[in-house]
């Protein structure tokens, strides 16, 4: 399976900051994908990252507060924007390398608001 | 829209018992069902995964889990837990292969000495 790299692994923000997390995989896949998981629950998916055009929200997360970047099939980043508290969440990417094959995960993003 | 539930939040069992965790779907299609594992400050691992082929799945670490149809179910099963197998285990769903995966709310699994 693919391998998935995610920078940074963690970070402690300034609420009202920006933060551009990373996502690189080793080989070119199908679909990108950004989930956010809050403290003690589930995976929510945010958006589907579209290789060179606007990412596809989720209903409930928008572009100006989360955009999102795909230049190629290799690479993505996330922007949590204009943070508060309750952005506080592990961010993850994900990635299917193949239609019809599981999706892979990266190891997250853990990311506290101060 | 398709969705998952699992009963449970948290399971406990002892060292050597059955591990049983439970996982319903919802879903107008014939649905690709998967099992992930989460431990603790890590990613999601894949366990297993079902995409119409034989209802009985084999998974990593001794896992297993069964698609019943009728039972609208995709429970995960081990016969003897270990300690390293406490963990965060989540069901998930996905329309077809080109969706994005719709997840439960999750199980921890407490394994006891």
């Known amino acids: 399976s693919a391998v998935i790299s995610q920078k940074p692994s963690r970070d402690i923000c300034q609420r009202g900051t920006s933060l551009t997390i990373q996502c690189q995989v080793d080989s070119q896949v199908t679909m990108m994908f950004w989930y956010r998981q809050q403290p003690g629950q589930s995976l929510t998916l945010i958006a589907t990252a579209n290789q060179g055009s606007e990412a596809t929200y989720e209903s409930g997360f928008v572009i100006d507060k989360f955009p999102i970047s795909r230049p190629n099939l290799t690479f993505s980043t996330l922007t949590v924007s204009n943070m508060s508290p309750e952005d506080s969440s592990i961010y993850l990417c994900?990635?299917?390398?193949?239609?019809?094959?599981?999706?892979?995960f990266g190891d997250g993003t853990r990311l506290s608001i101060l | 829209a398709q969705s998952v539930t699992q009963l449970g939040s948290h399971v406990s069992v002892s060292e050597g018992a059955l591990v049983l965790l439970r996982c319903n779907y919802s879903s107008s299609v014939p649905p690709y069902l998967f099992w992930y594992v989460q431990y603790p400050n890590q990613g999601l691992q894949l366990l297993l995964k079902?995409?119409?082929?034989?209802?009985l799945v084999k998974g990593i670490n001794g896992f297993e889990a069964e698609f019943k149809k009728s039972e609208t179910s995709f429970h995960l099963t081990k016969p003897s837990a270990h300690m390293s197998d406490a963990a965060e285990y989540f069901c998930a769903v996905s329309h077809s292969g080109n969706t994005p995966l719709v997840f439960g709310k999750g199980t921890r699994l407490s394994v006891i000495a």
């Open positions: 994900s990635v299917r390398t193949v239609l019809n094959q599981p999706q892979h």
């Open positions: 079902y995409t119409s082929a034989a209802t």
